[in-house]
């Protein structure tokens, strides 16, 4: 998620002293977790990245959330925590699911470029004769000529993706496909969430005339359903009433492993974890499939009472902190958090300007202050080439991950932290 920027760092929460831990109401059912710890310095990040390469080599390759190597990544980040002598509690958190797992096939039509599964689509296989209709699909009259089984075919426009399939799916079509008349290769559609049980594709306008009144074979083959995935809180002691919170993302992408993105931000603040167990007043979350939307880290802010925001003084996220070829950047805030973490890291920091690509904006949306570090995604560094050319793909393993850059920025991180609760 986060194209201009992503974050590390430190936050305040206030809360009445010797408060319990704010635990949301709807927490859910604990996760069981088991196993060892890695070895290696307890101040070393880099112990973590490579027990996070390690869960995502013995399941497939990815973190994703929803998948193994996503709860195997809770249930290490968890027992890591408890070592350290941490409170930690486990949130569920429901979210939508989608994964592809072949290449369409729709005629002769090419897959990117003429052809796209819509994000959400349901599953099936057909031979069927596409019948083109008048409308755009957008009310239930427009499928009155469709045959039952048969694919509906409509341009795009009017409304969203997801009424045309459903009304399709009402009528009795084998499956919808949607003429993208605005471009020249089909846009990336989605339908919002789970529940349309008929394929739904996307073509461009002259494939979508090629296909039109033939008799074709239609495949697709997807999950479209309702996951879960799990925050991690963690917190000392409460101390003065207040409350210093540091966060990020467990999840990677399905691509890969996401070994920088968001291995570093995990590995920085399981660092912090073990260096800064003792001192009061800190709290930690990992937050799930933030890569498909934030949906941790909004579930955690929704779940608050109003008290238990207003009892959050500030949050700082950290999110890819060892980018190859990086530059070292500070949320400009003008406030107490970016002087702070400009203090911590002198003279090579420059400013990046908010967004709300990473899991500091339901925060922010939410009245608390927020703040943080960057070291680039696939912006240009201070040297040739871009700043991680791995950024959401399958080679963001430990090679990509600048392990001097990641270490400076947890010892920055924990400056801040430590200048937060003084």
């Not at 196993?35 to 070393?44: I, M, R, S, Y």
């Not at 090629?210 to 997807?222: D, F, K, M, W, Y």
């Not at 995990?266 to 979350?285: I, K, S």
């Amino acid at each position: 998620m986060k194209r201009a920027l992503l974050a590390c760092a430190a936050i305040v929460a206030l809360v009445a002293a010797g408060a319990a831990f704010l635990v949301p109401r709807d927490e859910g059912e604990r996760i069981a977790v088991e196993g060892t710890l890695p070895a290696g310095p307890e101040g070393d990040p880099g112990r973590h990245l490579d027990a996070l390469q390690r869960i995502a080599d013995r399941s497939g390759g990815t973190r994703a959330a929803g998948t193994d190597g996503e709860r195997r990544t809770v249930d290490y980040i968890a027992r890591t925590l408890r070592a350290a002598g941490w409170r930690v509690e486990l949130q569920r958190v429901r979210f939508p699911y989608f994964e592809r797992r072949s290449p369409p096939r729709l005629g002769a039509l090419r897959q990117g470029r003429e052809l796209r599964v819509a994000e959400y689509s349901g599953s099936g296989r057909l031979r069927a004769r596409v019948r083109r209709l008048e409308g755009r699909g957008c009310t239930a009259a427009d499928f009155a000529p469709l045959e039952r089984g048969e694919i509906a075919l409509v341009d795009r426009g009017t409304c969203f993706f997801r009424i045309k399939a459903r009304n399709a799916a009402r009528a009795g079509a084998g499956a919808i496909v949607i003429s993208d008349v605005h471009g020249r290769t089909p846009v990336a559609a989605t339908l919002i969430r789970p529940g349309i049980g008929i394929p739904v594709l996307v073509v461009t306008a002259p494939a979508a005339r090629r296909i039109e009144g033939r008799t074709v074979a239609l495949r697709v083959e997807a999950v479209s359903e309702r996951r879960t995935t799990t925050n991690v809180l963690a917190e000392t002691r409460p101390a003065r009433g207040r409350w210093v919170m540091a966060g990020g993302h467990h999840d990677s992408v399905s691509a890969g492993p996401g070994l920088n993105d968001n291995g570093s931000g995990v590995a920085a603040l399981l660092t912090l974890a073990g260096r800064l167990g003792d001192r009061p007043g800190l709290r930690l979350g990992f937050w799930g499939a933030e890569e498909l939307g934030l949906y941790g880290s909004r579930h955690y802010v929704r779940s608050l009472g109003a008290g238990e925001r207003r009892a959050i003084a500030a949050y700082v996220n950290f999110d890819m902190l060892g980018s190859p070829n990086g530059r070292v950047s500070v949320y400009d805030r003008d406030d107490a958090i970016e002087r702070a973490l400009r203090r911590a890291i002198p003279g090579e920091e420059r400013e990046v300007g908010l967004v709300g690509t990473s899991d500091h904006a339901p925060f922010q949306r939410a009245g608390i202050a927020v703040g943080g570090i960057f070291t680039g995604a696939s912006e240009r560094g201070r040297r040739r080439g871009p700043a991680d050319s791995c950024y959401h793909r399958a080679c963001d393993r430990l090679r990509n991950v600048d392990r001097r850059l990641l270490a400076r920025m947890a010892d920055a991180a924990e400056q801040g932290l430590v200048a937060l609760t003084r």
